[in-house]
């Protein structure tokens, strides 16, 4: 993958385009769901969330300005109405745009283009290196996306009686994976455990066989809330540098035995699976 100081020019030099989740993924060969869950890793940002906060926060910018029409205004930043413009810039800075018209001194606070070079990495324990044969995971699942994923805790919370009582499970270990990306960026996640087969399941169980491949297995040790700042040194600090490159494929958690839910606490191995060299 390119740099993600690459993917924000790109985003950058494009706002006046029509531009969509699908055409950046497609301009760094990646998947929407590799792109999205990446962008949000380094960046905290869904990659539309953050397109549409900098065109707002462009239009608003000209609005400042004394930009004399808002509908042209609202056109340029990609929306095909007044009121639907307005809605979106409400809800990004809580003022219509006719507030802001003219008024330099606004208490509003705009979204600049990002600049990653600043961004910190944290120190990484060296990675195992193992192959895996496929298995099945089956537990409770949802779709996602980057913008709107508040819901996973609440799955391994209703999850967690289940561990040990599932049908066929094997070993204690849990698992959360995300599969069955969508054109749009979301995903299924499922909090589960492995099983030998996926008949005779709990009602509203759900299940992914996750293919045989080569992982790199990471360690993230501290609360679980701060997984992401593993996920981003991976991708954009020990990537880069190890010659390896990540498979457009389903990536898994396998959670200690230890690991409490409810609490965050526990290590959690962080299986990342690499493209055959």
Known sequence: MRGIEHILWYIESALDTDLDLGRVARHFQLSPFALSRQFAAATGW??????????????????????????????????????????????????????????????????????????????????????RGDFIIAGLGGRFTFERNEGIPGLWQVFDPYVGRVPGQVGGATFGVCCNPGDDGSFEYIAGVEVARSDDLPPGFRYFKVPARDYAVFRHQGHVSMIHQTVHTVFHQWLPASGHQAADAPEFELYSPDFDPLRGLGYVDLWIPLASR
């Open 46 to 131: 869904p990659v539309m969330r953050y397109v549409r906060a900098r065109r707002l926060s462009r239009a608003a910018q000209a609005l400042r300005s004394g930009s004399p029409d808002i509908l042209a205004v609202a056109l340029a930043a990609g929306y095909g109405s007044h009121e639907a413009f307005t809605r979106a810039f409400c809800d990004l800075f809580g003022m219509a745009p006719s507030q802001v018209r003219g008024q330099p001194h606004d208490p509003i606070a705009l979204l600049e283009p990002l600049r990653m070079k600043t961004l910190d990495f944290i120190p990484l324990a060296e990675p195992r290196f193992e192959h």
